[in-house]
């Protein structure tokens, strides 16, 4: 008997240009367009096991070792009938095909990274999981096909799809069917970007992004502004800046949609809070970094970005890293010997 089983692993990605909030929430279509970069460092990933067998009666999925259950009309649901779906139509295309559709899946996923470390897990976890199905299937799809259904997992997954630099295209298309994520340059483009993630707090975050975005959505007044007259031209700006490879626009860009991304979760009423006091200081630290290396003719050095919890992911040119990480050891000393288990307060390389 053969066996039909596929392992996959997709990467985090972290926005510079945030996504935050739906204009549809069962298909997940967003009020904006984002962009992100998708890290290349080994443990910061989902790693996925997919396999079809004839006796398995349900489909079944297990997450870091816990079986989870698979709600009916749920997003895990969701993803795995679209995936068996596109199956279904290779198997009409060829009749030789094994009818593997008409199997249930059995679905294992591990992070290797701390799950509460507040790190989007869900987005290089349901990558991870769209890319395995797809290839137990041996589905003849793009990695942007692709990502039409890990968006309907967790919106930013989609953007797990892909390494490198990646954009998250809004769409307009009421069905979803061109809200999608496309390369805008391959890893290999600016292999001297780096990210050093800074682990603030472990802590589980108390406001989910899903719910905190939807009340955003209904209650800001300041994100209908950013939807309508800042994130466009931001999209531009800094997809150019990546192609030019030019930090000093990226890096100016990127804090910035930090900051408007933040300002937005505080207009929510009630308002949301993210960062905390270490995430502030670290914001002052790097604009310090920063002011000096202007005041003294040069350029942007650092760029700091925050999502939807208070740990700091900066981006920096390699050159600058051993730089950053003494400055902030610095002012937060880590206990000796620095230990650091997870490389999380480490560089990931993007390029
Ligand atoms: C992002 N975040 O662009 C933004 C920045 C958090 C802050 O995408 O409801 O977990 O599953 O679509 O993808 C978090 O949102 O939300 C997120 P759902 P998701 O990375």
Known sequence: MPVYQATVSAPVNIACIKYWGKRDTKLILPTNSSLSVTLDQDHLRSTTTSRADPSFEKDRLWLNGKEEVIAHGGRMATCISELKRLRREVEENNAAEPKLSAFAVHISSLNNFPTAAGLASSASGFAALVASLAALYQLPASPSTLSLIARQGSGSACRSLFGGYVAWQE????????????????????????????????????????????????????????????????????????????????????????????????????????????????????????????????????????????????????????????????????????????????????G
């Open 171 to 350: 769409g307009t298309a009421p069905d979803g069917s061109d809200s999608l994520a496309v390369e805008v340059a391959p890893r290999e483009h600016w292999p001297s970007l780096h990210a050093l993630i800074c682990v603030v707090s472990d802590d589980k975050k108390g406001t989910s992004s899903t719910s905190g975005m939807q009340r955003t959505v209904e209650t800001s007044p300041l994100l209908q502004h950013r939807i309508k007259h800042v994130v466009p031209e931001r999209m531009r700006i800094i997809s150019d800046a990546i192609r030019a490879r030019d930090f000093d626009t990226f890096a100016r860009v990127t804090m910035q949609d930090s900051n408007q991304f933040h300002a937005v979760a505080l207009d929510t009423d009630p308002p949301i809070f993210y960062m905390n006091d270490v995430s502030r200081t670290i914001i002052a630290i790097i604009t310090e970094y920063n002011r000096v290396s202007v005041a003294a003719g040069g350029k942007l050095k650092a760029a700091y970005t925050y999502d939807a919890g208070p740990n700091a992911v900066i981006y920096a040119p390699e050159e600058n890293l051993k730089e950053i990480v003494e400055l902030i050891v610095n002012y937060f000393p880590q206990p000796a010997p620095f230990k650091d288990p997870f490389g999380l307060f480490g560089s990931a390389g993007v």
